[in-house]
Nanobody, 124 residues
Framework: QVQLVESGGGLAQPGGSLTLSCAASGFTFSTYAMSWARQAPGKGLEWVSG????????YYADSVKGRFTISRDNAKNTLYLQMNSLKPGDTALYYC?????????????????WGQGTQVTVSS
């Protein structure tokens, strides 16, 4: 069965960095686009970043553009999110998600499998 397992969350200071990983199994990872989404306390789920199935194209929400970098290693079935210049507003539960398609979609209804999430807290 499909499994997505996130790791790498934790506590970071404002301006600091964290790298999230998502280990995928149970499907042909290289065939599907993948994304990261987040949910801050008391708020809805927000799409953050996505990457094409072969890694050739990446997309970012305006709120993280220039600070976050998404990547994938299809040989290792792993998705990454490098987060730099972290802000308190980045505090959220971060999820990786498998898209139903080859190309990235911002509509979260286009994602059929989700991980359990990893908590990122940005605070001094």
């Amino acid at each position: 069965q499909v499994q997505l397992v996130e790791s790498g969350g934790g506590l970071a200071q404002p301006g600091g960095s964290l790298t999230l990983s998502c280990a995928a199994s149970g499907f042909t990872f290289s065939t599907y686009a993948m994304s990261w989404a987040r949910q801050a306390p008391g708020k809805g789920l927000e799409w953050v970043s996505g990457i094409y199935s072969d890694g050739s194209d990446t997309y970012y929400a305006d709120s993280v553009k220039g600070r976050f970098t998404i990547s994938r290693d299809n040989a290792k079935n792993t998705l990454y999110l490098q987060m730099n210049s972290l802000k308190p507003g980045d505090t959220a539960l971060y999820y990786c998600a498998k898209c139903k398609r080859v190309g990235v979609r911002i509509d979260l209804d286009e994602y059929d499998y989700w991980g359990q999430g990893t908590q990122v807290t940005v605070s001094s």
